[in-house]
């Protein structure tokens, strides 16, 4: 079992073009996984960036990132080492995996405009990499028709974080059926009431 380290709180980011404030749908979302599991997050340090640079202008009708993306880069220009990153709008939408833009409406990764997550672990304590950031993206902001474009809330900003938190899979409880649950909630509390790198047969329940 892998997860970050809560030792330290884990830094929370939100990005945007006019360095706004998260909304509070996104920071009650943050403050519900706090009753799960702890006080293990900082309040929102809020950014000023432009992240449409990332996204490619190929596929309109789309959401996928351009490939210009430098985690390098971009993390050592905003002071970023460690944390997860929200973002609205930065959700990963490519046809190919499926056409209906609210079924990829939003997701977690390693990086905005992408499906693609990457984690790095200590395999002494089974905790991520002191470097790691991790991306929850909010919205795909593909128009659906008549203006609209895909809808998420609360339960969706909860799921994307416990998926960044340790949760990989889908499941019954987490996904496949409802984005969140009773059950869900549990699954999240094991994980981090229980050491990094405990295995599976041995978790406290």
Not at 35 to 64: A, S
Not at 145 to 159: I, L, R, S
Not at 161 to 189: C, R, Y
Request: proline share 5%; net charge negative.
């Amino acid at each position: 079992m892998v997860r970050f380290d809560t030792s330290k709180k884990i830094p929370l980011y939100y990005i945007s073009a006019d360095g706004g404030e998260p909304s509070n749908d996104i920071i009650e979302s943050y403050q519900e996984i706090e009753n799960i599991i702890g006080d293990v997050f900082e309040d929102f340090h809020t950014l000023r960036y432009d992240l449409t640079v990332f996204r490619d202008p190929n596929f309109p009708k789309q959401n996928r990132g351009n490939g210009k993306f430098t985690s390098k880069n971009f993390y050592e220009e905003l002071g970023i080492d460690y944390g997860i990153i929200v973002a609205e709008g930065t959700g990963y939408f490519n046809k190919e995996w499926n056409p209906d833009p609210q079924k990829m409406c939003a997701n977690a990764s390693s990086e905005p405009y992408s499906g693609g997550t990457e984690i790095h672990i200590n395999s002494e304590t089974g905790f991520y990499a002191p470097d790691t950031v991790l991306w929850v993206n909010m919205g795909n902001g593909v128009d659906m028709g008549n203006g609209k474009k895909c809808e998420w809330d609360k339960e969706t900003v909860v799921h994307e974080t416990a998926h960044a938190m340790g949760m990989f899979n889908h499941l019954s409880i987490f996904g496949d059926g409802p984005q969140w649950s009773p059950e869900a909630k549990k699954v999240l509390e094991i994980i981090y009431k229980n050491a990094g790198g405990t295995k599976y047969s041995d978790l406290a329940l």
